[in-house]
């Protein structure tokens, strides 16, 4: 399974910014596949940004993104988005897109050792 982020950049403090997440695959069903956003500061952990079941009807948010954060799936396009809004300095990171065949825990998700896959990962840089 292949994925490939795009849509990080530069973006100043209280704007918005979309990122994308296309899969890819032999033999690969995205609609079998939860996913996920994670992502990496400089010197800090990776941790969980969002998550998804395989058909999109369960959704968890990271405390640090709720409420100006929005995760969605088109499984027509085997493309997952996440919208974020009012960013802040601290948003700063780089966002990696996740998949994991098969169902989500309700806690396990914000492990990112939990996961299958990887994205090589986007940079969002918010200036303040």
């Known amino acids: 399974v292949e994925l490939v982020e795009s849509g990080g950049g530069l973006v100043r403090t209280g704007r918005s910014l979309l990122l994308s997440c296309t899969a890819s695959?032999?033999?690969?069903?995205?609609?079998?596949?939860?996913m996920g956003w994670f992502r990496q500061a400089p010197g800090r952990e990776r941790e969980f940004v969002a998550a998804?079941?395989?058909?999109?009807?369960?959704?968890y948010y990271a405390d640090a993104v709720k409420g100006r954060s929005f995760f969605s799936r088109d499984n027509a396009k085997n493309t997952v988005y996440l919208q974020m809004s009012m960013l802040k300095p601290e948003d700063t990171a780089v966002y990696y897109c996740?998949?994991?065949?098969?169902?989500?825990?309700?806690?396990?998700?914000?492990?990112?050792?939990?996961?299958?896959?990887w994205g090589q990962g986007t940079q969002v840089t918010v200036s303040s």
């Open positions: 998804m079941t395989r058909n999109g009807d369960v959704k």
């Open positions: 695959g032999r033999a690969f069903s995205f609609s079998d596949y939860a």
């Open positions: 996740a998949a994991k065949f098969g169902a989500i825990g309700s806690t396990s998700h914000t492990f990112w050792r939990y996961w299958d896959y």
